[in-house]
């Protein structure tokens, strides 16, 4: 199994900058594609940010140019840099990882792993 644990979550005013953080751990063959997703009251869940294993980024538009994600693939790691805060930004935050797991000469097997999610409030 492999959990995820997200941390780095607060309150902080329009403007400002938090740092998530989401380490994998457990039986990791390999993590492919990571993301950060954000769910508001009253609101699904949808895609903030996403990397593929080799480091390439894709974001929703309504955070580029101010989130950033990134990944220690050593220490199965991902993050999600959050500068210029607006208060539509306020949700919880879930890391999510694509699991492959080695099937012998076949094709690995792939699952999904969700954090418990933290709580990113951004005040007016």
């Known amino acids: 199994q492999v959990q995820l644990v997200e941390s780095g979550g607060g309150l902080v005013q329009a403007g400002g900058s938090l740092r998530l953080s989401c380490v994998a751990s457990?039986?990791?063959?390999?993590?492919?594609?990571m993301g950060w997703y954000r769910q508001a009251p009253g609101m699904q869940r949808e895609l903030v940010a996403a990397?593929?294993?080799?480091?390439?980024?894709k974001y929703a538009d309504s955070v580029k140019g101010r989130f950033t994600i990134s990944r220690d693939n050593a220490k199965n790691t991902v993050f999600l840099q959050m500068n210029s805060l607006k208060p539509e930004d306020t949700a919880v935050y879930y890391c999510?990882?694509?699991?492959?797991?080695?099937?012998?000469?076949?094709?690995?097997?792939?699952?999904?792993?969700w954090g418990q999610g933290t709580q990113v409030t951004v005040s007016s």
């Open positions: 457990g039986s990791i063959f390999s993590l492919n594609a």
């Open positions: 990397i593929s294993e080799a480091g390439i980024p």
């Open positions: 999510n990882a694509e699991h492959a797991v080695p099937q012998g000469l076949g094709a690995p097997l792939l699952y999904d792993y």
